[in-house]
């Protein structure tokens, strides 16, 4: 099954579009569950069992699996496991390398770690890009990400038009809407508009929603496609730890519930579905 079928079926399975980040920042992690890589798969375990009812998708940043060090592959791959098989996966790496080195990242998140999409980034240009995006592979190119710093590069003018504009264009002109979407940051919602005229087709990872101050409902008005789809908003802290008690897993649970019931909100103002 391609990365968008399993996504558009965790959706209807779970009247949801919201995706949560799994970012296991060990100063976080209830002191209860001990330190260091058991503590994150302890607590891992339990988030992915509070929230897998609201996320329809799971999104693991490698930065803070590499953190452990030489047990960050084995915390990476028990967590993996812990996900609920018809739940999609997308490892943020935010790769981007000369295509020989390309090709071996996208064969370990892939074929390795067996993920459903990966973020890449684009600097290197297409065929960095071409190893994540073939064979029945997925990627999510970043395009206007969601940190303050985004405008430093990505606002740079190109014969008239923004770098991101022009990434965006020249992913669509180079690979078809069922093997790259793009990275959208929720806290630029007129840029999103911008390029949702550009990439009419293709689906948005937005993150930025939550502790990054991105303004969900606003976002994704943006962002929705013509048949008010095409988006996948994200978030992690405000999620995994909306409590550092002991009562973490009910808080990530409540505040999944409540992100997915405003998504779903958000989207019924666009398509009339209630």
């Given at each position: 099954?391609?990365?968008?079928d399993k996504?558009?079926?965790?959706?209807?399975?779970?009247d949801?579009?919201i995706c949560?980040?799994?970012?296991?920042?060990p100063?976080?992690?209830p002191?209860?569950?001990?330190?260091?890589p058991?503590?994150?798969?302890?607590?891992?375990?339990?988030?992915?069992?509070?929230?897998?009812?609201d996320?329809?998708?799971?999104?693991?940043?490698?930065?803070?699996?590499?953190?452990?060090?030489?047990?960050?592959?084995?915390?990476?791959?028990?967590?993996?496991q812990?996900?609920?098989?018809?739940?999609p996966?997308?490892?943020?790496?935010?790769?981007?390398?000369?295509?020989?080195?390309?090709?071996?990242?996208?064969?370990?998140l892939?074929?390795?770690?067996?993920?459903?999409?990966?973020t890449?980034?684009?600097?290197?240009?297409?065929?960095?890009?071409?190893?994540?995006?073939?064979?029945?592979?997925?990627?999510?190119?970043l395009?206007?990400t969601?940190?303050?710093?985004?405008?430093?590069?990505?606002?740079?003018m190109?014969?008239?038009?923004?770098l991101?504009?022009?990434?965006?264009?020249?992913?669509v002109?180079?690979?078809?809407?069922?093997?790259?979407?793009?990275?959208?940051?929720?806290?630029?919602?007129?840029?999103?508009?911008?390029?949702?005229?550009l990439?009419?087709d293709?689906?948005?990872?937005?993150?930025?929603?939550?502790?990054?101050?991105?303004?969900?409902?606003t976002?994704?008005?943006?962002?929705?496609?013509?048949?008010?789809?095409?988006?996948?908003?994200?978030?992690?802290?405000?999620?995994?730890?909306?409590s550092?008690g002991?009562?973490?897993?009910?808080?990530a649970?409540?505040?999944?519930?409540?992100?997915?019931d405003?998504?779903n909100?958000?989207?019924?103002?666009v398509?009339?579905?209630?």
């Open positions: 099954m391609s990365f968008l996504l558009a079926s965790s959706q209807r399975a779970r949801s579009i949560v980040g799994l970012d296991p920042e100063d976080l992690i002191g209860s569950l001990g330190r260091g058991q503590a994150a798969l302890r607590f891992l375990r339990r988030i992915i069992r509070a929230t897998s009812d996320a329809c998708c799971y999104k693991p940043n490698l930065a803070f699996f590499e953190r452990y060090g030489s047990a960050a592959f084995d915390v990476l791959g028990l967590t993996l812990a996900i609920p098989d018809d739940i996966v997308i490892l943020d790496a935010k790769r981007g390398d000369v295509p020989n080195t390309a090709k071996a990242y996208a064969d370990a892939f074929d390795s770690f067996h993920a459903d999409a990966v890449v980034a684009p600097y290197l240009g297409m065929d960095s890009i071409a190893p994540f995006a073939t064979d029945g592979r997925y990627a999510l190119v395009a206007r969601s940190n303050p710093g985004a405008r430093d590069l990505q606002d740079l190109v014969d008239g038009r923004p991101y504009e022009r990434v965006v264009s020249a992913c002109g180079a690979f078809p809407a069922d093997r790259t979407g793009f990275v959208v940051g929720a806290t630029y919602p007129e840029e999103a508009r911008r390029l949702r005229e990439a009419p293709r689906l948005f990872l937005m993150p930025g929603v939550g502790a990054q101050g991105g303004d969900l409902a976002a994704l008005r943006a962002a929705f496609d013509a048949s008010g789809a095409g988006v996948l908003p994200s978030a992690s802290r405000s999620v995994i730890f909306a550092t002991d009562d973490f897993e009910r808080a649970a409540d505040a999944a519930r409540a992100l997915r405003a998504a909100a958000a989207r019924s103002t398509t009339g579905r209630t």
